[in-house]
């Protein structure tokens, strides 16, 4: 009977309905693991959240059709590995995209306003002296905002904060400057976005690529006067560089939902730094109560169609050729 394999540490009382509800149709078997992973060699499909396959992981996995993760980034699979072996790599691609645009969006204004910092300030019974930093707050219309990848989540994003009357410019490698402007952002190169922005955003994978996108070198593209707004992966900033930055005055601030290790450590320089111009979030940007159900369903719909011999509608590594074969 093929498995269909959750190696991650679950609660065991998880139902996990819709999951063995497919496998069930398919006449498989859902198994729940304890992160021991005594079964994962003999999976034909393989469920997870956190557990990292690098190539030496996947090269072990001889019965594997499927890989899918409970989210929409997939770098802890190593893609190149599961397309050389026959591995489809899924995800649940609408997951969480409305939240994150939600947080990044409380983000950008909090950052804009100052807001966490004047919350801190009148609590701490500094009602009438913050009234002297009224200065460095801008209008939000006169404020250009660059935005880091224009997918799902960026989109959204850019319509959040379309009403606000930001100036708003964009980048993607993969969308043409028609495909850009047509969603009321400006198109422009990444380099040119960091000089111009006020408040940049990323909105990207963490691929080889996208790792360290934002380097010393472009940093210093970036007006003392601007911010950083990340909400995608840690080790999208080279964080070290961000940290310089800041503490040279060289860029005003960072709204940081993700680090490069996560939880950070209780003396990491990003927590001693004026929350004035730092506000950190704990990952906390894909939660809602809604999440769970959509990821459910997503996740299952992909190994309905791979035990049924389709292609699941979100595939990682399109230029795969499956083990066994699939119809679109």
Request: hydrophobic content about 45%; charged content about 20%; glycine content about 6%.
């Amino acid at each position: 009977m093929p498995t269909v394999y959750i190696p991650d540490p679950v609660d065991s009382l998880m139902p996990f309905a819709e999951e063995r509800a497919a496998a069930e149709a398919a006449g498989a078997e859902l198994v729940l693991g304890d992160g021991a992973n005594p079964q994962i060699r003999d999976a034909e499909v393989i469920l997870t959240t956190w557990i990292r396959f690098p190539p030496e992981a996947i090269h072990a996995l001889e019965r594997c059709r499927l890989i899918v993760r409970y989210g929409i980034g997939v770098d802890t699979i190593d893609l190149a590995a599961a397309s050389a072996c026959g591995i489809v790599v899924g995800n649940a691609p609408t997951y969480c995209m409305h939240e994150v645009a939600d947080h990044t969006a409380g983000l950008a204004l909090s950052l804009a306003r100052r807001i966490p910092w004047l919350d801190r300030e009148v609590r701490a019974g500094n009602w009438a002296s913050v009234q002297q930093h009224m200065w460095g707050v801008r209008r939000l219309s006169s404020l250009t905002l660059g935005i880091v990848g224009l997918g799902k989540i960026g989109r959204l994003f850019a319509q959040r904060m379309a009403p606000f009357g930001f100036r708003m410019l964009g980048y993607d490698p993969f969308l043409s400057d028609e495909q850009i402007a047509a969603l009321g952002v400006t198109p422009t190169t990444l380099d040119e976005l960091l000089r111009q922005a006020d408040l940049v955003s990323l909105h990207v994978p963490l691929t080889p690529q996208t790792r360290q996108l934002i380097s010393a070198e472009r940093l210093r593209l970036m007006q003392p006067s601007a911010a950083i707004i990340n909400t995608s992966r840690g080790p999208v900033i080279d964080e070290a560089a961000l940290i310089d930055a800041l503490r040279e005055n060289r860029l005003f601030g960072a709204a940081l939902d993700v680090l490069e290790a996560e939880p950070p450590a209780a003396d990491h320089p990003l927590l001693a730094l004026d929350p004035q111009r730092v506000i950190l979030t704990p990952h906390f940007a894909a939660s809602s109560e809604q999440i769970g159900p959509d990821v459910h369903r997503e996740v299952s719909a992909a190994v309905a169609a791979v035990l049924a011999g389709r292609w699941p509608p979100s595939v990682m590594n399109p230029g795969v050729v499956p083990k066994q074969p699939l119809t679109h």
